[in-house]
Each structure stands twice: as structure tokens, then as C-alpha cells.
């Protein structure tokens, strides 16, 4: 089993910044994979960006240039950068580590936007 835990999120303005973090626990060996996935209300759950074992990186469009994904993995932990937020960037962002066949997930952190 792995768990996880976000933190970092908050309100913020239109043009600021925040740093999410995940730090996972338990059954850490293995994983092939961290991504960042997001809900907005009314909304699918969306993926927002994920790194490789190799810290090989991947972004949605829409933050593409604004968002940065990085791991410790001496810290067993994630992090997600996010610059220049806009009120659509307004969500729950969740945590997700995939492990063989497995996906685990964190409870999510709740991130405001105001315009």
C-alpha cells in the first residue's frame, strides 16, 4: 500500500503562485510513476502533469509553461509548481502514484483562484 498526502493549497490571487506537495508513504519501491490530476466543481477530474521514474515530465496544455512538476526522491515526495494561476486553475488537485497495475490516491488539496 502507498499513501498519500497533499499539502499546500490555499487562496490565492490571479497571477500568483503556489507549491503543492505530496509526500508519500508505505510501500514507496516501485513506483512507476507520480501525476497531478485536478477537479474542478461540475466538473471530470482532469490530469494536470505526471513524472517518470527517470524525472521525465509531461503537461497538460493548459499549463504547459506555467505549471512545473519535480520529485525528491530521497524526501519520497512530489511537488507541483504553479505560476501565473488563473481563476479557471481553480480545483481540488489530487495527488496519484501509479505502481505496477495500481493507481493510489491522496485526499486532495483544495486550490482558490480569485479573480
Known amino acids: 500500500q502507498v499513501q498519500l498526502v497533499e499539502s499546500g493549497g490555499g487562496l490565492v490571487q490571479a497571477g500568483g503562485s503556489l507549491r503543492l506537495s505530496c509526500a508519500a508513504s508505505g510501500s514507496t519501491f516501485g513506483i512507476n510513476a507520480f501525476n497531478w490530476y485536478r477537479q474542478a466543481p461540475q466538473k471530470q477530474r482532469e490530469w494536470v502533469a505526471g513524472?517518470?521514474?527517470?524525472?521525465?515530465?509531461n503537461y497538460a496544455d493548459s499549463v504547459k509553461g506555467r505549471f512545473t512538476i519535480s520529485r525528491d526522491n530521497a524526501k519520497n515526495t512530489v511537488y507541483l509548481q504553479m505560476n501565473s494561476l488563473k481563476p479557471e486553475d481553480t480545483a481540488v488537485y489530487y495527488c496519484?502514484?501509479?505502481?505496477?497495475?495500481?493507481?493510489?490516491w491522496g485526499q486532495g488539496t483544495q486550490v482558490t483562484v480569485s479573480s
Open positions: 496519484n502514484a501509479v505502481k505496477a497495475m495500481y493507481n493510489y
Open positions: 513524472i517518470g521514474s527517470s524525472s521525465s515530465t
